[in-house]
Nanobody
């Protein structure tokens, strides 16, 4: 059964960094488009970043460009989201996704 498990969230001060992990089991991540989403309290879920299986190309939410980096480690069957220069508006639950498969999420809180 395909499964995704996120980790790496936590509390950080503005300007800080976190690296989120999305570990897959039951399927190989490198064969699929993998997306990171986030949902802040009272707001709609939004796509943050994605990485394509075909060519490894990536995309980012405009507000994440230059601060977030998505990457995939095939040997670990894991996708990472490195988040630098975090801002309070990045506070949200972060989820990784592959088609119908969603992880349980990891919470990111950015505050002083």
């Amino acid at each position: 059964q395909p499964q995704l498990v996120e980790s790496g969230g936590g509390w950080v001060q503005p300007g800080g960094s976190l690296r989120l992990s999305c570990a897959a089991s039951g399927f190989a991540l490198d064969g699929y488009l993998i997306r990171w989403f986030r949902q802040a309290p009272g707001k709609d879920r939004e796509g943050v970043s994605c990485i394509r299986s075909s060519d490894g190309s990536v995309e980012y939410l405009d507000s994440a460009k230059g601060r977030f980096t998505i990457s995939r480690e095939d040997a670990e069957n894991t996708v990472y989201l490195q988040m630098n220069n975090l801002k309070p508006e990045d506070t949200a639950w972060y989820y990784c996704n592959q088609g119908p498969v969603w992880g349980q999420g990891t919470q990111v809180t950015v505050s002083s």
